[in-house]
Antibody, heavy 119, light 112 residues
Framework: QVQLVESGGGLVKPGGSLRLSCEVSGFTFSDYHMNWIRQAPGKGLEWLSYISSSGSTIYYADSVKGRFTISRDNAQNSLYLQMNSQRVEDTAVYYC????????????WGQGTMVTVSS | DVVMTQSPLSLPVTLGQPASISCRSSQSLVHSDGNTYLNWFQQRPGQSPRRLIYKVSNRDSGVPDRFSGSGSGTDFTLKISRVEAEDVGLYYCMQGTHWPRTFGQGTKVEIK
C-alpha cells in the first residue's frame, strides 16, 4: 500500500528551527519527485518546495526561499524539510506529496504534521 | 506567479443535483511539451487533499465517474454530475505548468 507518513511537527518559537520527515512505503521512492505543501489553519493550500527523484533539481516558493531546505535520502525512503528562522505565519499543517509521473501534480499525500510557531 | 481564481467560493447544492466549479488562470497553462497541467483536488473535512483530476480531464484511479474536468488554455471547469453526501468539502484547482505551482483559493461544497 502506497503511504506517506510525516513526522517532526510541534511547537517552536519564532526564529527557531524544526526538521520535518516524510517516510514513504509501497513504491520505489527513488523513481519519484516529491513536494512539500502546507495549509495554514482555515486557509488554502500553498506549495512550498519540490525535489527531483535524484535530488539534483530543487525549487522553492518565495515565501520560504532561504529559510527552508528540502532534501531526500533515497536509501532511507525519506524526504525532509529543514525549517529555519521560523515565523508566526509558518504555522500550518505540512504535507508531503508525491509528484504524479508526467501529470504535473500531486497524486499521493501524507496525513500531514502540524507546526505551530508561537512565543 | 500564475494566479488561479476559482468561482464560486461557496457552492450550496441539493443532493442528486449537478454542481460546477470554475477555475481561471492568469496565463495559459499549455506547457511547451503540449500538455496542460491542470489538476483538481478534493479535501473532505478533517482529511488530507486527494487528487481527482489531472491534465484537465483525466480522472485518478478510484475517482467516481460523476466527476469530470474540462477546459483549455486559461479556463477550466470541474463538474459533479449528481452530488452525493460524501462530496461535501473543499475543492482546489492547481496548475503544474509553471513554477511556482499555484492553487486556487478553494471552493466549499455543501449540501443545501
Amino acid at each position: 500500500q502506497v503511504q506517506l507518513v510525516e513526522s517532526g511537527g510541534g511547537l517552536v518559537k519564532p526564529g527557531g528551527s524544526l526538521r520535518l520527515s516524510c517516510e514513504v512505503s509501497g513504491f520505489t521512492f527513488s523513481d519519484y519527485h516529491m513536494n512539500w505543501i502546507r495549509q495554514a489553519p482555515g486557509k488554502g493550500l500553498e506549495w512550498l518546495s519540490y525535489i527531483s527523484s535524484s535530488g539534483s533539481t530543487i525549487y522553492y516558493a518565495d515565501s520560504v526561499k532561504g529559510r527552508f531546505t528540502i532534501s531526500r535520502d533515497n536509501a532511507q525512503n525519506s524526504l525532509y524539510l529543514q525549517m529555519n528562522s521560523q515565523r508566526v505565519e509558518d504555522t500550518a499543517v505540512y504535507y508531503c506529496a508525491r509528484d504524479g509521473r508526467w501529470s504535473g501534480g500531486f497524486d499521493i499525500w501524507g496525513q500531514g504534521t502540524m507546526v505551530t510557531v508561537s512565543s | 506567479d500564475v494566479v488561479m481564481t476559482q468561482s464560486p467560493l461557496s457552492l450550496p447544492v441539493t443532493l442528486g443535483q449537478p454542481a460546477s466549479i470554475s477555475c481561471r488562470s492568469s496565463q495559459s497553462l499549455v506547457h511547451s511539451d503540449g500538455n496542460t497541467y491542470l489538476n483538481w483536488f478534493q479535501q473532505r473535512p478533517g482529511q488530507s487533499p486527494r487528487r481527482l483530476i489531472y491534465k484537465v480531464s483525466n480522472r485518478d484511479s478510484g475517482v467516481p465517474d460523476r466527476f469530470s474536468g474540462s477546459g483549455s488554455g486559461t479556463d477550466f471547469t470541474l463538474k459533479i454530475s449528481r452530488v452525493e453526501a460524501e462530496d461535501v468539502g473543499l475543492y482546489y484547482c492547481m496548475q503544474g505548468t509553471h513554477w511556482p505551482r499555484t492553487f486556487g483559493q478553494g471552493t466549499k461544497v455543501e449540501i443545501k
